[in-house]
Each structure stands twice: as C-alpha cells, then as structure tokens.
C-alpha cells in the first residue's frame, strides 16, 4: 500500500504543479476570473493532499493501520472529486460540476479525520 500512495503522491504533485502552470500561462487570458479562481483552488487542494498522501506513505513503511489506508485512499477520492470537479467547472463552465465539489470535501475531512484516528491509535 505504501507504494501504491507513494506513487499516486509523486504523479498527483507533479500533475498539480503542471496544471498550476498550464492556469497561470495558459488559462489566464482565457477564463473569467471567477472560473480561473476555482480551477487555481482545485491545484492548491490537490498540492496539499499530494503532500499528505506522502507523508501516509512515509507512515504506512513504519506501521500498519487500516485507518492510514483509509486515509489514502480518502485523500486521493478527495482530489479526484474535489479538484478534478473544479477543473471540469472552470474549463467547461458546466454547472453540472458545482455538486461533485462538496463530496471531494467531505472525502477531504474523512481522511483527515481517519489520520487522526491513526495517529492516535498507533503513534507513541
């Protein structure tokens, strides 16, 4: 499992920092400020979660927690569901998309929450 989410943090960084680029040269002329916004939001998010999903893996190599893998795999619906509907939206202007966004939160919170269960669980 830790290298599955070892992989999956490295290609969701690197997947993150392009698509930050491709907003910043790329979309800026392009978008509304509104929708350009959103899809910036969904790079930020995605960053942040590509580092924790390497730091679960870091954690998953020293022990084993069916909350750390739950946290992963939380982690990684959260980026698809929250930052991918934000790429959707903001590329599309489809509004269709707006709904998704909410359960790539709570998927978000989830695997905070079950990192929280982990570490307190498991981490003396």
């Given at each position: 499992?830790a290298k599955?989410f070892l992989?999956l943090?490295?290609?969701?960084g690197?997947?993150a920092v392009?698509?930050?680029?491709?907003?910043?040269?790329?979309?800026?002329?392009?978008?509304?400020?509104k929708?350009?916004?959103?899809?910036?939001?969904?790079?930020?998010y995605?960053?942040?979660?590509?580092?924790?999903?390497?730091?679960?893996?870091?954690?998953?190599?020293?022990f084993?927690s069916?909350?750390?893998?739950?946290?992963?795999?939380l982690?990684?619906?959260?980026?698809?569901?929250?930052?991918?509907?934000?790429?959707?939206?903001?590329l599309?202007g489809?509004?269709f998309?707006?709904?998704?966004?909410?359960?790539g939160?709570?998927?978000?919170?989830?695997?905070?929450?079950?990192?929280?269960?982990?570490?307190?669980?498991?981490?003396?």
């Amino acid at each position: 499992m830790a290298k599955i989410f070892l992989v999956l943090a490295a290609a969701s960084g690197f997947v993150a920092v392009g698509l930050g680029a491709f907003a910043a040269h790329g979309l800026k002329s392009r978008l509304a400020p509104k929708l350009l916004s959103a899809f910036e939001t969904g790079v930020q998010y995605q960053m942040y979660h590509a580092l924790a999903l390497l730091a679960i893996a870091l954690l998953l190599r020293h022990f084993s927690s069916a909350w750390l893998s739950a946290s992963g795999w939380l982690m990684i619906a959260g980026t698809v569901l929250f930052s991918g509907s934000l790429y959707a939206l903001a590329l599309t202007g489809l509004r269709f998309f707006g709904p998704i966004t909410p359960i790539g939160g709570v998927c978000f919170l989830l695997g905070w929450i079950s990192l929280f269960i982990a570490a307190f669980k498991h981490v003396k």
